[in-house]
């Protein structure tokens, strides 16, 4: 298959579209990155890449992180995390808090807000050190010590994080955390600011395609934890977008803010897009169609 030529045709149809999104305001470090970035990566599963456009950017990854801390909290709690957080689709945006009050303080699934806050505290409660520890598992994963937090937009999603706030006190209101709720938050919002390019993206992801084992073939899941991450990966990696990636592009995946997505097809590929620009769900408007143009050109989606 020509990758190459497939993402620099995907690339170009793309790159000049009128109507790329909006970049989101409401983390205010997050406005400052241009909407006209435009990056493209694929690793496969038998390691060829194939990057385009601003592929070696470094951007916030934002939501894409509640995938690597889920992993990392399943190896010290394996299957018992799940009595803390659900696995069901929310139908609902990534921040929304009524169904917590529901539904007693357990969330959802692990990839909306309060879901990876519950997360977060269990590394609170395992990690000796949680920013460095946790910033090591990522740099192992990827095997590339360059990647690093981006503390200015840690603190400025602090200073405007009302919503995690009030989802965290109500875990801990409801008994489903328990560390400091300021700690939770700030671990969190330290994971979120992850500063990694596409290309850094897809090789920590690659575990993902390979049953749980790295690019060096170091274990980090058992295959059947990583199965499981990406069965939810695919029915709740885009929030209330979940059935639209699934029906445009047909992949487990997950999106941020910061304008990333990450897709995997099992034994075949770990595919990574960057373009700031979010559509009304919050999801990355060319992105999404990036993927759906890949996997509609070279037919290689799981269905
Ligand atoms: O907590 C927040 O709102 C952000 N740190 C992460 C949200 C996010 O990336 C949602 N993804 N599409």
């Known amino acids: 298959m020509e990758y190459q030529n497939i993402l620099e045709e995907i690339h170009d149809a793309l790159k000049n579209v009128p109507d790329k999104g909006t970049v989101p305001s409401y983390i205010p ?7 006209d970035r435009l990056g493209l ?18 951007f916030s990854i934002q939501s894409i992180s509640k995938v690597l801390s889920l992993a990392k909290a399943l190896n010290f709690t394996g299957a018992d995390l799940w009595k803390r957080v659900d696995v069901e689709p929310s139908g609902n945006p990534f921040n929304f808090l009524s169904l917590l009050e529901l539904e007693k303080g357990i969330p959802r699934n692990p990839f909306i807000n309060a879901g990876a ?4 505290d269990i590394l609170l409660s395992h990690l000796e050190d949680p920013k460095r520890d946790f910033l090591n598992y990522i740099r192992e994963l990827a095997e590339d010590d360059s990647i690093t937090y981006n503390e ?3 603190r400025s999603e602090k200073a405007t994080g009302f919503r995690n706030a009030a989802a965290a006190n109500l875990l801990k209101s409801f008994g489903n955390m328990n560390n400091k709720v300021d700690d939770v938050l700030d671990f969190y919002y ?4 992850l500063s990694m390019t596409c290309k850094q993206l897809a090789h920590t992801f ?15 899941l058992t295959p059947s934890q990583a ?4 069965a939810i990966m695919l029915t709740c990696g885009f929030y209330d977008e979940a059935g639209e990636f699934a ?5 487990p995946g997950k999106s941020g803010v910061g304008g990333g997505i990450v897709a995997i097809h099992p034994e075949k590929y770990c595919m990574v897009t960057w373009s700031p620009g979010l559509n009304e769900k919050g999801n990355s408007l060319l992105g999404m169609k990036a993927l759906e143009m890949f996997t509609t050109k070279t037919g290689l989606s799981i269905f």
């Open 29 to 35: 470090e997050l406005e400052k990155i241009s909407p």
């Open 206 to 220: 690659y575990m993902f395609t390979n049953s749980g084992k790295n690019a060096t073939g170091k274990t980090f």
């Open 152 to 154: 200015s937009v840690a």
């Open 227 to 230: 199965k499981r991450i990406n």
């Open 41 to 58: 990566y694929l690793l496969t599963w038998n390691k060829e890449e194939y990057g385009t456009g601003d592929f070696d950017i470094p």
């Open 117 to 120: 806050i519950v997360v977060s």
């Open 247 to 251: 029906f445009e592009v047909g992949l």
């Open 190 to 193: 330290y994971q979120c600011s």
